[in-house]
């Protein structure tokens, strides 16, 4: 509570975190209170009979049923009426900021305690999460990335539970539980080996494959130039993002976020007579009606994705001269998705496979299709404007690799193909989490660089345990702060695809 207990304080608002946590104490003692009677009640009675357990269970499920069916309708489109204030606003309403709105409403759960996310693309046409593919898995090298996409995997088997909205349709994710196959030269062999034993300590499960083996296991296989391989055995796979989106911002909007379109464009700022640092106050958006409106806050947070870098900008980072010289070092890079149908490829023996060169393919359905990639490299980065496709850049640089690693996509035949923006971090490509030293109101939660769905669930219960607890209580991220963007301490992590 050390975070939320002080940023309440700043607002004014300090009856809210007593009546919050007043809540909570007296939420203790009914409950005791009522467990007590129970107790006395059933000794009184012997057992409960089968009537009042049926009684109590339908009163349950009828206070869990969602009777607010504006809760939708707002989302479909129904103008909301922008709120002059709020505790905690996000700017960004993609995986990442709904995840988080979720989280913290779920950890505050109180009406008073108002999360409103800000996104300026209802429709999502361009963020990152619908464009993305959706991959899950363990095999990176930073202990950080490992952790979070655990936790990825836990939460996408177990979205229900976590996201299942009572009276609603069971959310299914579309989870394909497939390894990753990671193949290394002889170059790479020894990371390899090292990154799969860090793996499995933490709690992956991965195993390193001879060329001999992998050839046994996949025939399709070109294994010449491969030194060794390491295949997923469990918790990795695909899932549907738009799916993860949905089901995260509905049950965001159920327990009481509010989602409004507009787009940031500012900030206003607060001077604080303790420490002389400006606080940043108000958020200015601009709704797609050209209406400007100011919304205060306690904290702002920063989920706006690719283009995360600019939103920091609005706040004079990177601008100032003082401890805000350092700018956010996010920024869209265009990376290109395609498809490609080759019948007599691989069935569905086919893990996510991931060249040594960075090249990567995977079964779409089981009728012979396939989507690939590759990252470009910095020399041959494409201009960001739009989000067309360059076809040269998968017959010069994607397919020669294709066919050289499974001989039968020589006579691939490719029929679609789409672009996204990864929210690339250009210092060293991992996400930037938690507060910036100067603004103690403003929180990062961006710059995954290509790995940002998967950790979405962790990234947001982190966000919510700095918030509400004022420290990490699950997976400790401060290695990922900003300031070590500040100090040019790398956390680099060497498997980006
Ligand atoms: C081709 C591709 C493949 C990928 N594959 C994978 C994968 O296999 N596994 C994986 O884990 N990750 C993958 N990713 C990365 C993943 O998609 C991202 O890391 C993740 O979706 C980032 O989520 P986000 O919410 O930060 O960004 P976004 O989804 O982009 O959401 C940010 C939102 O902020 C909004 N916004 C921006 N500026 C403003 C503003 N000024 N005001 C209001 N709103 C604003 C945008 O409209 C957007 O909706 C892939 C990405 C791409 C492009």
Redesign the pocket.
């Known amino acids: 509570m050390k975070m939320l207990n002080f940023f309440l304080k700043i607002r004014g608002q300090n009856n809210l975190l007593q009546k919050y946590e007043f809540l909570q104490i007296q939420r203790t003692f009914t409950e005791k209170g009522i467990t007590k009677k129970l107790i006395e009640k059933e000794k009184d009675s012997g057992t409960m009979t089968l009537k009042k357990l049926k009684d109590n269970l339908v009163s349950m499920k009828d206070s869990l049923a969602v009777k607010d069916d504006n809760i939708l309708v707002k989302w479909m489109g129904k103008p909301p009426i922008i709120p002059l204030q709020c505790d905690v606003i996000i700017?960004?309403?993609?995986?990442?900021?709904s995840s988080i709105a979720y989280w913290l409403k779920k950890r505050v759960y109180s009406q008073d305690f108002r999360v409103l996310v800000?996104?300026?693309?209802p429709m999502?046409t361009?963020?990152?999460?619908?464009?993305?593919?959706?991959?899950?898995r363990q095999q990176f090298s930073l202990k950080e990335n490992i952790e979070m996409s655990l936790f990825g995997a836990e939460f996408i088997r177990n979205i229900n539970d976590y996201l299942g909205i009572y009276g609603q349709p069971a959310i299914d994710p579309i989870f394909h539980p497939y390894g990753y196959l990671m193949l290394a030269s002889e170059k790479g062999a020894e990371r390899l080996t090292e990154n799969s034993k860090l793996q499995n300590f933490l709690g992956a499960k991965n195993i390193l494959l001879s060329p001999a083996k992998l050839k046994n296991i996949f025939p399709w296989l070109n294994t010449e130039d491969i030194e060794l391989g390491c295949l997923g055995l469990e918790k990795e796979g695909?899932f549907d993002?738009w799916t993860l989106l949905c089901a995260f911002k509905k049950k965001a909007m159920v327990l009481g976020a509010q989602y409004i379109s507009?787009?940031?464009?500012g900030f206003t700022y607060k001077p604080n007579d303790e420490d002389l640092i400006d606080r940043l106050d108000q958020l200015v958006i601009k709704t797609k009606e050209g209406e400007i409106n100011t919304i205060q806050f306690s904290i702002a947070i920063v989920?706006?994705?690719?283009?995360s870098g600019?939103?920091a900008k609005m706040a004079k980072i990177g601008i100032e001269n003082d401890m805000r010289q350092v700018c956010l070092p996010v920024e869209p890079r265009k990376?290109y998705?395609y498809c490609f149908h080759s019948p007599d490829g691989p069935g569905l023996n086919c893990p996510l496979t991931i060249d040594y060169s960075g090249t990567y393919f995977r079964r779409e359905g089981l009728a012979g299709t396939f989507i690939c990639?590759r990252s470009p490299d910095e020399s041959e980065e494409p201009p960001v404007q739009d989000l067309n496709v360059d076809y040269d850049y998968f017959d010069e640089k994607v397919w020669p690799l294709l066919a050289n690693r499974v001989p039968v996509f020589e006579k691939l035949k490719l029929k679609s193909s789409w672009?996204?923006?990864?929210?690339f971090n250009t210092f060293d490509q991992n996400g930037i989490i938690g507060p910036h030293p100067y603004y103690k109101n403003l929180i990062f939660a961006?710059g995954?660089s290509?790995?940002?769905?998967?950790?979405?669930p962790a990234v947001g219960r982190a966000i919510a345990e700095i918030i509400v607890d004022g420290q990490y209580m699950t997976i400790d991220l401060s290695n990922l702060h900003f300031e070590r963007i500040i100090n040019r301490t790398h956390m680099s992590e060497i498997n980006i695809v």
């Open positions: 700017i960004g309403g993609g995986v990442i900021g800000i996104e300026r693309d999502y361009t963020a990152s999460t619908v464009l993305s593919v959706g991959g899950l695909w993002p507009g787009e940031a464009c989920a706006a994705g690719a283009f600019e939103v990376r998705v990639g672009a996204g923006y990864y929210e961006t995954f290509g790995h940002g769905i998967q950790q979405a």
